[in-house]
């Protein structure tokens, strides 16, 4: 990526399984909508399942999954997707052509630098990819997080 001029930026990596349960209790039992025009301006949050979206067990909780996009090593800033990061729409499929040509092409790239290197993607986000061969396809892991720990 380097060569290319571009540098890896990630939003999201590993999770683990209990912030998915809290994650699935907002999308099903939560009436606050605050975030609905910045993520899901279209869709009702029942329906981020259904779609793809937020699954009940996440790929992030086998630490396999990472979301990421790609920044510009020049200006350090993001390369324009065509969406923002955890926008659930049509718009954030990585196949979606109603954007401009190099949108797509920026989705193109960061999708076959992912694939090239041992990554799938989904249909349903530009961002979102799983690791082909995962070490443990059937785990979802409960470790913690956090800032303490990682001072250790």
């Not at 571009?6 to 907002?26: C, G, I, S």
């Not at 992030?60 to 065509?82: F, P, Q």
């Not at 349903?124 to 303490?148: D, G, I, Q, R």
Request: with cysteine; glycine share 4%.
């Amino acid at each position: 990526m380097n060569v290319k001029g571009y540098r890896l930026k990630v939003f999201d990596a590993y999770r683990p399984a209990t912030a998915v349960k809290h994650f699935v209790l907002w999308g099903i039992e939560d009436l606050d909508q605050r975030m609905k025009p910045f993520f899901y301006p279209d869709l009702e949050k029942q329906a981020l399942f259904k779609l793809g979206y937020i699954a009940s067990k996440s790929s992030h909780s086998r630490g396999s999954t990472v979301d990421l996009t790609l920044l510009d090593m020049d200006t350090g800033k993001e390369v324009d997707m065509g969406s923002p990061f955890d926008y659930f729409s049509e718009v954030s499929h990585p196949d979606y052509r109603e954007i401009t040509d190099e949108q797509y092409e920026n989705r193109m790239l960061l999708q076959s630098v992912m694939v090239k290197h041992g990554f799938e993607p989904i249909d349903c986000e530009w961002w979102h990819f799983t690791l082909k061969n995962e070490p443990y396809p059937s785990t979802y892991f409960e470790f913690p997080v956090t800032a303490e720990l990682l001072k250790r």
